[in-house]
């Protein structure tokens, strides 16, 4: 009762206009199952492996976002049924996703990841080489993807305001892009330790993990 607890309570925060992904990496198919029950449909994975394990298990209406990173040589294998990839980060990516996309005959909704955190560890696009896959032009070329809005990861630190003038920042740009032409409607930015902040910088998509589940260990 735990996670659908926590899941309701969350929800009850939320705008109306914001989806709740409910991240379930490391976690068990009952407990996704709960919180299938108490309503969620839209579950996020990192991992390649765990993600086609946990879709051959679950109900097969929930929507699964791939938010890890992905390589080209995976993509594969989840490109018959994802929902949304959230993190894009390379032109070679997205041709590839077209590419199994075409395979399975359907069109698949990506992300593009912004790296905007201060951790060189992250992954994702510098605000530049965004910019420039879009001007360029060559999305054009890529029926099978719909590259439909940006995603990325605050740095981790407890000092809000550097947190909020990150996501600014990103959702700046978003709206820049949008203001060209580009119908970048889905803004996911938000975990469970800053997604208020998120929200009021203009996310529309959170992606909460430990909130709902409980710590990962
Ligand atoms: C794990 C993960 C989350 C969820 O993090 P929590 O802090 O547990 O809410 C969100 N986004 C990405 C990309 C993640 O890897």
């Known amino acids: 009762m735990l996670v659908a607890d926590n899941l309701l309570k969350i929800k009850q925060t939320l705008p109306p206009d ?3 992904v409910a991240v379930s990496k490391f976690k068990p198919a009952e407990m996704i199952l709960e919180a299938y029950e108490a309503g969620q449909r839209d579950f996020g994975e990192n991992y390649v492996q765990e993600l086609v394990d ?3 298990q679950l109900p097969k209406d929930i929507r699964w ?10 993509v594969k294998y989840i490109a018959p049924f994802v929902h949304l990839i ?19 005959n ?25 910019r420039e896959i879009f001007k360029s032009g060559a999305l054009n070329e890529l029926k099978h993807v719909n590259v439909c809005g ?8 407890a000092d809000e305001a550097h947190v909020r003038g990150e996501y600014q920042v990103l959702n700046l740009f978003r709206l820049d892009l949008m203001a060209d032409g580009y119908p970048l409607n889905t803004a996911s930015y938000g975990m469970s330790g800053d997604y208020h902040l998120a929200i009021a910088c203009g996310s529309n998509m959170v992606r909460i993990g430990s909130s709902i589940f409980g710590e990962r260990h």
């Open 18 to 20: 914001v989806t709740l």
């Open 54 to 56: 946990k879709s051959e």
């Open 65 to 74: 976002h791939f938010i890890g990173h992905l390589q080209s040589n995976k």
């Open 86 to 104: 959230q993190g894009v980060d390379s032109y070679k990516l997205l041709l590839e996703i077209n590419k199994q996309a075409q395979k399975n």
């Open 106 to 130: 359907r069109v698949i909704n990506c992300l593009l990841q912004l790296h905007i955190a201060v951790e060189e560890t992250k992954f994702g696009l510098s605000l530049d080489e965004c």
């Open 150 to 157: 940006l995603m990325a990861m605050a740095s981790n630190t």
